[in-house]
């Protein structure tokens, strides 16, 4: 087994999810089997009960674990699918170890961070890399070198090495080298001093992958390999590009594929980048573009629906169409401020993601009617979908004070209401209808059309579901569900005298892949460029 742990310095949030997906897919393309690891330091047990203003998306995997925004790169750039035992965290190694102590794993022992939380994190990474079969296990260890709450992951990946040998544990260091626009010159000071922090640790950087704004010229590279004791070729250039998904390409460009391979002694054939070059290609090239209004409460940070974004890109590519993201804030819309229902009017489609708590909640609704009004293409993602039963029985039907129970208890037309099995339920983390489940979709509709076939699985996050008790009066006045689960439960609607509109309980962007664009996506993307979804 070899290992590839991928560090970050200076500040957080520079890309070292992107470089370990773009090492992973260098790896792909050569025939490697990959898998990779993402390690927070954060003492949650995972990232479910987190603001997304504080941690981007909440990424779902096929069993059902909500873990890092991280694992969905790489998912999307590695074409993998990956579990909950791909996210490490504080709060789970702790929550092992203690477990451990209290069935007298340990008796006699002093339990103590050396060796017995270092040997739990080790332990982990090796079992993943022995279940999923891959050649190469990606380790990447979130926040910076320095932070407090990492110090135990640091050393264990020390270790590990020391364990396994030099030739089979990889470092690369993700860092930040700043253009100062006064001086008209990158600096690498922050670099150095960066790495002088990781070898307090014990650990000499292998690669150092440097972010920056602009290409770093050779001086740059030079002084930075002098100063960190990594070969030049080793200093690889990842300034900013237009489409993330070129990041892969740029480092196979300077040789980075070809490095890792050698300093690991991993016998891989020749790179074949065609299908991604084909598919960037797609995205730079694409010479229609619509405009689609994302209507929710966290739109002040993008990440917060990263994987609605990149499925965009992907659905975009695939049909030759620039997708141009506007981001409208739903309390907003209630205020009825002009600029965001300009933004609103003005778009060819509109998505209503999904979300908790009540804030906002009435401009998604208002964007829903509109949309439904004035046969504007539409989907509406879990709440969104939800939300769009409200405004249909609300507008529709009549029922003026339809809503969730989430957000009126008291309402006397609870068209959504708590999932059966989640009355009674106190905890909070971990405890939604949660991962892949199947859907079945009926004969005829839209969606059977888009999927090409009559079942599909797809993730779910939700304890709100359509209230069956409303179900007849909701088909009988024009709403058609068109996806059911297996023991009949409304995972999808759609209007069948609209251009586009559907919604979907579960979260179908979390299944995007560039090659395997989402057939919701493909259907509202299709249907705002004025083409019939297909």
Not at 88 to 93: F, S
Not at 397 to 415: C, I, Q, R, Y
Not at 446 to 466: F, P, S
Request: glycine share 10%; aromatic share 8%.
């Amino acid at each position: 087994m070899k290992y590839i742990v991928v560090t970050g310095g200076v500040v957080s949030g520079i890309g070292k999810g992107i470089t370990t997906a773009s090492i992973g897919r260098l790896l792909r393309a050569r025939g490697v089997e990959v898998t990779a690891i993402k390690i927070d330091p954060y003492i949650n047990v995972d990232a479910g009960t987190m603001n997304p203003f504080q941690h981007g998306e909440v990424f779902v995997t096929e069993d059902g674990a909500e873990t890092d925004l991280d694992l969905g790169h790489y998912e999307r750039f590695m074409d993998v699918t990956l579990s909950g035992a791909h996210n490490i965290t504080t709060g789970k190694i702790y929550s092992r170890v203690i477990e451990k102590e209290r069935r007298g794993d340990y008796l006699g022992e002093t339990v103590q961070v050396i060796p017995h939380v270092t040997d739990e994190i080790k332990e982990w990474i090796r079992t993943v890399g022995r279940t999923s079969g891959a050649d190469v296990v990606l380790v990447e260890i979130g926040g910076t070198v320095g932070d407090i709450e990492g110090m135990p992951f640091y050393e264990a990946v020390r270790q590990l090495q020391l364990e396994e040998g030099r030739e089979n544990v990889m470092f690369v260091h993700t860092t930040y080298v700043p253009y100062l626009r006064a001086a008209q010159e990158l600096k690498t000071k922050p670099t150095q001093h960066s790495v002088k922090e990781l070898r307090s640790l014990g650990i000499q950087p292998d690669a150092i992958v440097c972010r920056s704004e602009k290409p770093l010229d050779p001086g740059v590279v030079r002084k930075i390999s002098l100063y960190t004791n990594v070969p030049k070729r080793a200093v690889v250039d990842a300034h900013d590009v237009e489409i993330v998904y070129e990041v892969p390409l740029l480092f196979e460009e300077q040789g980075f594929g070809d490095y890792i391979c050698e300093r690991l002694g991993i016998d891989a054939g020749e790179p074949d980048h065609s299908e991604w070059e084909e598919f960037v290609e797609a995205v730079r090239e694409a010479e229609d573009e619509v405009t689609i209004a994302v209507v929710g409460k966290y739109v002040d940070l993008p990440d917060a629906y990263i994987s609605i974004r990149e499925a965009f890109t992907h659905a975009g590519a695939a049909l030759g169409v620039r997708v141009d993201v506007r981001w409208v804030d739903s309390e907003a819309l209630e205020a009825g401020e002009d600029s965001a229902w300009e933004e609103v009017r003005e778009a060819d489609g509109i998505l209503v993601p999904g979300g908790f708590g009540k804030r906002g909640t009435e401009g998604k609704v208002m964007a829903i009617r509109y949309a439904r009004e004035n046969d504007v293409p539409f989907l509406g993602i879990c709440l969104g979908f939800q939300l769009a039963v409200v405004e249909y029985a609300r507008n529709v039907l009549g029922w003026e004070d339809a809503h969730s129970t989430e957000f009126d208890p008291e309402t006397k037309h609870p068209v959504i209401d708590l999932l059966p099995e989640q009355r009674g339920v106190d905890r909070k983390g971990g405890t939604m209808r949660l991962g892949a489940e199947p859907v079945l979709f009926e004969e005829g509709s839209l969606l059977r059309e888009l999927y090409g076939r009559e079942v599909a699985l797809e993730r779910h996050r939700h304890r709100y579901e359509v209230n069956p008790e409303f179900l007849p009066e909701l088909e009988e006045g024009g709403l058609r569900f068109s996806g059911r689960s297996p023991d009949g439960r409304m995972e999808a609607l759609e209007l069948d005298d609209h251009p586009y509109f559907v919604g979907t309980q579960f979260h179908p962007e979390f299944k995007s892949r560039p090659n395997d664009p989402s057939p919701p996506f493909i259907g509202l993307v299709s249907a705002a460029a004025g083409k019939r979804p297909s």
